[in-house]
């Protein structure tokens, strides 16, 4: 039996998708399960049991006997909220709930981080855990997650294997529901279906004109597919970035947007809002030379044929779970 928090979100439903596929059926989904949105993430998907997230600790003493591994993608992901008690609460105590239960009951775990711990970039990207304390986060989510990284790293007591995946820009299928959060690609093919246009962020950085601003940007089964080398390999536990390996500019996003709509490039710029400013990443780039050196060695999605995919297999005919 695996467990998957955060089982009716964008990345959580998409592994059970990707479980299932791989012939995994038995699998226990731990969600708040109030948002109809994300309803159609977990409907035609094969598990045994939903449990609400709050009712999970107590189901888990009952059934610990029955789990192989906890694979914890619940969390709060709004990079711009203003309530600090509802990350402490979710992304960092819930978590440390699951760490130790995990050492109790002699499980495995594999849990969500972000690359969004980075910050503006100034020590880099680099997954080396002599730095990540360093990091300096710029917003509420990323604190949180940055605040459960360090913890992980301090404990004397650990999982007997785990593993923290800093994720960078995902994108790709069941992210429908994330609204302003959903990734660029998403809300450019929403946009340009409706408008013929899109407009980026214009730059308020000296180094980076308007669209140059870059992300390293990965496919959701890219990030499935690193998921499942970690439920198989059970060894090096530590953190890893997650991406692409390759910085790519969301000038080149959106015109391959258009280019997989069959459309003509049709780009404006508009400002950064508000909410967002000094707090907006303008370069990511995962160092990606720690988790090929413990040997996964599957290419990822370029740019290009990940949004290739994602338009034309999921979002244009409407096949969208």
Known sequence: MIVVTGAAGFIGSFIVGKLNREGFKDIVLVDKYDDP????NYQTKTYTEMVDRDHFFDWLAGNEQFV???????????????????Y??????????????CIRYGLPLIYASSASTYGDGQFGFDDDHAIIPELQPMNLYAQSKHDFDCWALEQK???????????FNVFGPNEYHKNRMASVILQAFNTISETGKM?????????????????????????????LFFMNHRKDSGIYNV??????TYL??????????????????????ADLQGKYQ???????????????????FSLETGIDDYVRNYLLPGNCY
């Open 157 to 167: 007591e650990q999982p007997y294997f785990w593993a923290g995946l800093k994720f």
């Open 199 to 227: 407009n980026l962020f214009r730059s308020h950085h000296p180094d980076f004109h308007d669209g140059e601003q870059a992300r390293d940007f990965i496919h959701v089964e890219d990030v499935s597919k690193v998921i």
């Open 68 to 86: 192989q591994m906890i694979i914890h993608m619940g969390a709060r992901t709004d990079t711009v909220g203003q309530e600090p008690e509802i």
């Open 252 to 273: 080149s996003l959106t015109k391959a947007v258009f280019n997989s709509m069959n459309m003509a490039d049709n780009i404006g710029f508009i400002n950064i809002p």
């Open 37 to 40: 949105l994300k309803f159609q």
């Open 243 to 248: 991406g692409a390996g390759v910085a790519r």
């Open 282 to 300: 303008y370069y990511t780039c995962a160092n990606i030379q720690k988790l090929r050196a413990i040997g996964y060695n599957e290419p990822f």
């Open 88 to 101: 402490q609460q979710l992304n960092l105590e819930y978590s440390q709930k699951i760490w130790k239960a």
